[in-house]
């Protein structure tokens, strides 16, 4: 079974710019979470997605948007880029409450 | 939220020996994961663990729910165990709250 695949695997960027990253979860799999891993420290939450619902939201300002199609595959989109928002973006999948799945993530560089 | 801590930040040892890294967090949770972020920065699964012990070759894990706390275990270390182990909690709606992660470098 194929895992989490995420798109692309690296991005650079310039301020200002907007930027779409996409996942796709593993068959079967409703939920679909965001994560921001900056250099050094643990990934933050960003959103939850599960049945194409929003559930849940990190501490991340509006810039930020997500949204969850009718195959459950995903999209983080992220406007007005800022230098601090180089980060590698961590998509994971799962079913409610039980074992989540990492994708290999999108390293984003903002210049 | 939910509040995790991890210990120790960093641990070095020889191939072949062993190590305890604890988990420490705040409240209740429903879920509990460790990884493994390889150099690439994937995260590897290792243990879907909210309470109990299990075991998986040289590694084992084991969550006491009601002292809120997840230890675990790497036997025989190897220079390929390098990386950085996470520990993962959840409540209510998955949003999991990630420790600081250990270090982990295995000398030969």
């Known amino acids: 079974d194929a895992g989490v695949t995420q798109s692309p695997t690296h991005l650079i960027k310039t301020r200002g710019q907007h930027v779409t990253l996409r996942c796709s979860p593993i068959?079967?799999?409703?939920?679909v979470s965001w994560y921001q891993q900056v250099l050094g420290q643990g990934p933050q939450f960003i959103f939850q997605?599960?049945?194409?619902?929003?559930?849940g939201r990190g501490n991340f300002p509006d810039r930020f948007s997500a949204r969850q199609f009718p195959n459950y595959s995903s999209e983080l989109n992220v406007n007005a880029l800022l230098l601090g928002d180089s980060a590698l973006y961590l998509c994971?999948?799962?079913?409610?409450?039980?074992?989540?799945?990492f994708g290999p993530g999108t390293r984003l560089t903002v210049t | 939220g939910i509040q995790v801590e991890q210990s120790p930040p960093d641990l070095i040892l020889q191939e072949g020996a062993n190590s305890t890294l604890r988990c420490n967090f705040s409240?209740?949770?429903?879920?509990l994961q460790w990884f493994h972020q390889n150099p690439w920065g994937q995260l590897i699964n290792l243990f879907y663990?909210?309470?109990g012990t299990k075991q998986n070759g040289r590694l084992s894990a084991t969550t006491v729910a009601t002292e809120r706390y997840s230890l675990l275990y790497i036997s025989s270390s190897q220079t390929t165990d390098s990386g950085v182990y996470f520990c993962?909690?959840?409540?209510?709606?998955?949003?999991?709250?990630f420790g600081a992660g250990t270090r982990l470098t295995v000398k030969p």
């Open positions: 993962a909690v959840g409540g209510g709606v998955n949003d999991m709250r």
């Open positions: 409240d209740s949770v429903n879920n």
């Open positions: 068959s079967g799999h409703k939920s």
């Open positions: 663990i909210p309470s």
């Open positions: 994971a999948s799962g079913m409610m409450s039980y074992e989540q799945y």
């Open positions: 997605y599960y049945e194409k619902e929003e559930r």
